[in-house]
């Protein structure tokens, strides 16, 4: 190897180094402070870079939001999508919640908020949105579709349990530290006793 690929290659770490501090830097605001108080400057502080550097490797701050929605999907929700096709229907909203219960998933529920509340956001984040809506939705997962069946009170049900599993998470995620509400493990055990009964 000539030093000159060693050069660029030095170069390339520090270039992918950096930008996954700008990602981690955004969801870790996100988590924190709000999609509200996240800027550019708040960003850059946290990855301790300069806004030079931000704007270099993202076009914008939308861009920024898209690679930590991507970032966030390949980590938590990437092997979930890739989990047996035998699972059974209380399973899979353990599952689901297992990913939802992490402190990520508050940044994704910014950003889809932002995303339906900002005209301007909503094309560059549908793309990626879409990508979660295609595991969670029965009408757009062969998956779904065949762990739920067609039978109407099934898919309500699921519904239901997916909106739960939302709320529970931006539940926790409004608590000090993000910390387990005292009714989460109620409402998991109900929702697993009902998934049981569903036929």
């Given at each position: 190897?000539?030093?000159?690929?060693?050069?660029?290659?030095?170069?390339?770490?520090?270039?992918?180094?950096?930008?996954?501090?700008?990602?981690?830097?955004?969801?870790?605001?996100?988590?924190?402070?709000?999609?509200?108080?996240?800027?550019?400057?708040?960003?850059?502080?946290?990855?301790?870079?300069?806004?030079?550097?931000?704007?270099?490797?993202?076009?914008?701050?939308?861009?920024?939001?898209?690679?930590?929605?991507?970032?966030?999907?390949?980590?938590?929700?990437?092997?979930?999508?890739?989990?047996?096709?035998?699972?059974?229907?209380?399973?899979?909203?353990?599952?689901?919640?297992?990913k939802m219960?992490?402190?990520?998933?508050?940044?994704?529920?910014?950003?889809?908020?932002?995303?339906?509340?900002?005209?301007?956001?909503?094309?560059?984040?549908?793309?990626?949105?879409?990508?979660?809506?295609?595991?969670?939705?029965?009408?757009?997962?062969?998956?779904?579709?065949?762990?739920?069946?067609?039978?109407?009170?099934?898919?309500?049900?699921?519904?239901?349990?997916?909106?739960?599993?939302?709320?529970?998470?931006?539940?926790?995620?409004?608590?000090?530290?993000?910390?387990?509400?005292?009714?989460?493990?109620i409402?998991?055990?109900?929702?697993?006793?009902?998934?049981?009964?569903?036929?």
């Open positions: 190897m000539t030093r000159n690929s060693e050069n660029r290659r030095s170069q390339d770490d520090r270039s992918t180094a950096t930008r996954q501090k700008l990602i981690e830097a955004a969801i870790a605001s996100l988590v924190a402070k709000g999609y509200a108080r996240t800027t550019a400057v708040e960003i850059c502080a946290q990855a301790g870079v300069t806004r030079g550097a931000l704007f270099h490797h993202f076009e914008n701050l939308a861009a920024l939001l898209v690679a930590a929605l991507e970032d966030t999907y390949k980590r938590l929700f990437l092997p979930f999508a890739n989990q047996k096709q035998d699972t059974a229907l209380d399973e899979w909203i353990a599952i689901v919640w297992q219960s992490q402190p990520e998933f508050k940044a994704v529920i910014e950003i889809w908020l932002a995303a339906r509340n900002n005209p301007d956001l909503a094309p560059t984040l549908q793309p990626v949105i879409d990508r979660y809506v295609e595991i969670f939705a029965p009408d757009k997962s062969n998956r779904l579709r065949q762990l739920l069946g067609e039978k109407q009170s099934v898919l309500a049900f699921y519904r239901m349990a997916i909106e739960v599993l939302i709320g529970l998470a931006l539940g926790r995620a409004t608590t000090p530290k993000g910390k387990a509400l005292a009714h989460e493990k409402v998991l055990k109900q929702l697993m006793t009902l998934a049981k009964q569903q036929t």
